[in-house]
C-alpha cells in the first residue's frame, strides 16, 4: 500500500501494481488450470436453470458483461464490400461517442438523432458515457435485476440496426455503454470492466470513473467515462481525481494493467471544468454572438493543461460548439433561476461552461534503451507493424435535447489500423434442418488455442436480439473434456429448446474465460412447427381461410 497525494491536500491510500512476474505466475496458473477454470464456484450452482444466472452469480459485479451474436458471413460481406474493412492492409472503423450528464432525467423516446443513425460511411463502434443516471436506492436495486430505463431505450434503436450490446458497466449514476456491429464481435476480446470511486474522500461512487476495456482485432483499447468534482474552484481537485483515477484503476491483463498501458485510451464524461475568471454578461455575449473563441483562453482544462504534462498526452478537438452547461431544462436557455440561499450562503446562476468533454491519447512509443540503439535495424517494432491512427471528424453537441441541464456531446473517429488477425476463434455452424418438430444438430471447431472452458455455452438467438441475455436458448459444450484445436465436435439440441415459429437466428460460442463471443454462424432458417398449429400460435389455414 502507498499513499497518493494530491495538488490540493487530498490522500488517497492505493494497493501497490501487481508486478510483472506475478502476473506472468497468475497466467501460467491460469493456463495449467485450463479445465477446470472459468466459474469454477459456478459447479456449486448446477442447480440454476441458464449461464445468464450463474455468471451473473460468479462475477459479482452489477456490469453486464455478455455480447450477442447475429449473422457473421452476411453481415461481414456487407462490411466488407464497403471496402472499410479489407484483409490485409490497412483498415477503417468508425467509432461514435457520446457523452451526456443526464440529470436524473428519464430517457427520452427518441434517441435517433443522438445516434447519427444514417450516417456515412456508417458506424461501426458506440461508446455513450452517462453522469447522473437515477440511483435512488430503490431504482438503483430494480436495475440491479434488469437493465435500466437508458440501457434500454439505446439497445432497442440500435439491435434492429445490427448492433449488439458489447458489455456495460455502471457504479452509481456512472453509466457506460458499448455497442458494436455484429461482424466485429469475434474480434473484440478480453473485455473487462472496472471502477473508481472519488466521491466523499473515496468511499462515494457519486463521483469517480467507469472503464470499459478490449482487444479490437488485437488493438488495445480502453474507455473511461469520469464525474468530476463540480463548482468554479475545484479545478485543482478535478486534475488530481482524474490523475488518480488513471493511477487506481487496473485489469487482469499483463499486456495492458493500466489504463494508460492500452494502444488507444478515450475519455468522456462530466469534467466539470469550468470558465475562469470571465463575468456571466461576457460569456453569454460571446455565446450569442458567436465568438466562441474568446472564451478558450479561460477554459480551465485547456489552462491545466499548459502545466501538466499527463494532461498534454491527451488530445481533444476545437471547442466550436456552445458550452453544454448550464440549461433551463426543455430549453436553450441558459440558467435563469433564481439565486437561492443554501444554509446561509448566498447561490449564484451558474455561469455556461464546457463541463461535458471528450478526449482521446494515443501511447507514446517507449524511448529505446542503449541496448534498443545498439540493436540490429531491421528489428521491427511491433507498435509500427500494428500501428493504430485515431482522426477525430466530428466534435460537437446536440441542442435539441432538454430532458437535462446539460447537453449532449458527440464526438466521431475514424479508426485506421491493420488487423492482428481476421479469423474466429471458433467455427460454428447448424446442420441440415431446424424446426421444433425434431431434435436439432450443430457443429463448431476450435481453430485457434485458446483458454475454454467446459462452462463455454453456444446460444440461439433470433435476429435482431439486444444482448447475449436475449438467447432462445443454449447448449453448453463438452461436459467432461475440452476440444483439441481442428476437432470437430457435434452437439444435439432438444426439439422441446427450439422455437415453435419460424425464423431467422443465428447461434453464437460465448467463452467465458475470454468474455466474449468468439464464433458466430451464419444466419439460418429455423422453419414453423406443426406444433405451432396445434398450440395455437399460428392461425390453421383452411381452403385459403384463417380459422
Known sequence: MFRFKSRAGCVWDLAPRRGTAERKVKATEKRRNSQTTGLTVGKQIESLDSPLEIFIICAQGVCSFFQTPQERDTAKGEEMSTGRFRSGGRDK???????????????????????????????DLYVIGLQEVSS?????????????????????????????????????????????????????????????????????????GVSVRFSFYGHMVCFLNCHLAAHMNYALQRVDEFEYILEAQDFDISESPHVLDHKVVFCLGDLNFRIADHGLHFLRSSINSG???????????????KNEAFLQEFEEGPLNFKPTYKFDRNSDTYDT?????????????RKPAWTDRILWRIKPKDLPSEDD????????????????????????????????????????????LRKCFDTPMVHISP????????????????????MSSTWDWIGLYKVGFKSASDYETFVWVRENELP?????????????????LGGQYVLGYYSTNMGSIIGLSSNFQILESKRAVMEGLVPEIINGINK
Open 484 to 500: 483439441e484445436t481442428n476437432e470437430v465436435i457435434q452437439i444435439s439440441v432438444d426439439k422441446d429448446e427450439i422455437p415453435l
Open 93 to 123: 472503423c468508425r467509432l461514435h461517442m457520446v457523452t451526456w450528464n443526464v440529470a436524473t432525467a428519464e430517457p427520452p423516446e427518441d434517441v435517433s438523432s443522438l445516434l447519427q443513425l444514417d450516417v456515412q460511411p456508417p458506424t
Open 337 to 349: 433561476s433564481s439565486p437561492k440561499t443554501w444554509f446561509g450562503f448566498n447561490g449564484k446562476k
Open 431 to 450: 446442420v441440415g434442418v431446424w424446426s421444433g418438430d425434431q431434435d436439432a444438430v450443430l457443429t463448431y471447431t476450435v481453430q485457434e488455442d485458446f
Open 291 to 305: 465568438r466562441l473563441n474568446l472564451l478558450w483562453s479561460k477554459d480551465q482544462l485547456l489552462m491545466m493543461k
Open 136 to 208: 435512488s436506492p430503490v431504482r438503483f436495486i430494480s436495475d440491479l435485476l434488469m437493465e435500466d430505463s437508458w440501457s434500454h431505450v439505446f439497445m432497442d434503436t440500435l439491435a434492429p440496426r445490427g448492433f449488439i450490446k458489447v458489455t456495460s458497466v455502471r457504479m452509481q449514476g456512472l453509466l457506460l455503454l458499448v455497442f458494436a456491429k455484429q461482424v466485429h464481435l469475434p474480434y473484440i476480446r478480453d473485455i473487462q470492466t472496472t471502477y473508481t470511486r472519488t466521491g466523499i474522500f473515496g468511499y462515494w461512487g457519486n463521483k469517480g
Open 373 to 416: 540503439e545498439k540493436a540490429s535495424t531491421s528489428t521491427t517494432d511491433g507498435q509500427d507493424e500494428y500501428p493504430i491512427m485515431v482522426t477525430q471528424d466530428k466534435y460537437t453537441s446536440d441542442m435539441s435535447y432538454g430532458v437535462s441541464d446539460h447537453k449532449p456531446v458527440i464526438a466521431t473517429f475514424s479508426l485506421e
